[in-house]
């Protein structure tokens, strides 16, 4: 690859195995992975990637046990109370995709005041997928087309263009470069659309 990228996206995984190596509880490696962030987001803005995409929570994550679902809750108030200063200096916004509706209030609150708090800024963009499933953004997209359709505001026939403009990723370029960090080969319903012409790295680091 020897063009910029401009829109490289992480699938930050791999945080309870990482633990368990060191006869750690799996939210050990959750809490580091919190710095992890700070640290990918402080060096990609500082090689100008325009955006930045962390797969932080899915839509199958719910599945996991309650209590570590509990300590995944509380990792968007750790990691903004920590750095939202430092984020806001260096010039990042922040935004998300995925649907925010079945998080608790204090977790949403945490995360929308992120965003409205760095929307002027105009460095690059931190995307934290949250709650986000590929095949559902495909399904919602498809459903906005059809009402969009039905109430006589879009005219044109759907294409592969404005297909993505009713996806959560419309204001983004695609996806030059996509990082697995556990060595699983696999997207886990992860960008599916936007990664279609993607590099993909998968780190071997697990044994
Ligand atoms: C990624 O690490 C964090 C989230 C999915 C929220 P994991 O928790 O999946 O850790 P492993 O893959 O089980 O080791
Ligand atoms: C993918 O990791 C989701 C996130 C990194 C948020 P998972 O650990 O949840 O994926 P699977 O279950 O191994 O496919
Ligand atoms: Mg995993």
Same mark, same amino acid.
């Given at each position: 690859?020897?063009?910029?990228?401009?829109h490289?996206?992480?699938?930050?995984?791999?945080?309870?195995?990482?633990?368990?190596?060191?006869?750690?509880?799996? #939210?050990?490696?959750?809490?580091?992975?919190?710095?992890?962030? +700070?640290? @990918?987001? @402080?060096?990609?803005?500082?090689?100008?990637?325009?955006?930045?995409?962390?797969?932080?929570?899915?839509?199958?994550?719910?599945? +996991?046990? @309650?209590?570590?679902?509990?300590?995944?809750?509380? =990792?968007?108030?750790? /990691? /903004?109370?920590?750095?939202?200063?430092e984020? =806001?200096?260096?010039? @990042?916004?922040?935004?998300?995709?995925?649907?925010? #509706?079945?998080?608790?209030?204090?977790?949403k +609150?945490?995360l929308?005041?992120?965003?409205?708090?760095?929307?002027?800024?105009?460095?690059?963009?931190?995307?934290?997928?949250?709650?986000?499933?590929?095949?559902?953004?495909?399904?919602?997209?498809?459903?906005?087309?059809?009402?969009?359709?039905?109430?006589?505001?879009?005219?044109?026939?759907?294409?592969?263009?404005?297909?993505?403009? /009713?996806?959560?990723?419309?204001?983004?370029?695609?996806?030059?470069?996509?990082?697995?960090?556990?060595?699983?080969?696999? =997207?886990s319903?992860?960008?599916?659309?936007?990664?279609?012409?993607?590099? =993909?790295?998968? /780190? +071997?680091?697990?044994?």
């Amino acid at each position: 690859m020897t063009e910029k990228l401009k829109h490289v996206a992480i699938i930050m995984d791999g945080n309870g195995r990482w633990a368990k190596k060191q006869d750690k509880e799996r #939210t050990f490696g959750h809490f580091h992975g919190v710095e992890k962030v +700070r640290e @990918i987001a @402080i060096t990609a803005n500082d090689e100008n990637i325009e955006v930045l995409t962390l797969y932080a929570f899915s839509t199958e994550n719910w599945k +996991r046990p @309650i209590q570590e679902v509990d300590y995944l809750m509380q =990792l968007p108030s750790m /990691f /903004f109370s920590k750095y939202l200063k430092e984020l =806001l200096e260096k010039n @990042i916004r922040i935004e998300s995709i995925g649907d925010l #509706t079945p998080f608790p209030e204090n977790t949403k +609150r945490v995360l929308l005041n992120a965003i409205k708090d760095t929307s002027h800024n105009t460095g690059m963009v931190l995307v934290f997928a949250m709650n986000y499933g590929s095949r559902t953004e495909i399904v919602e997209a498809a459903k906005k087309y059809h009402l969009a359709m039905v109430s006589g505001k879009m005219t044109e026939e759907l294409n592969e263009t404005n297909f993505e403009q /009713f996806l959560m990723t419309k204001d983004y370029p695609a996806v030059d470069l996509c990082i697995r960090t556990s060595g699983e080969q696999r =997207l886990s319903n992860f960008l599916m659309w936007q990664l279609a012409y993607a590099e =993909l790295i998968y /780190f +071997r680091w697990i044994n």
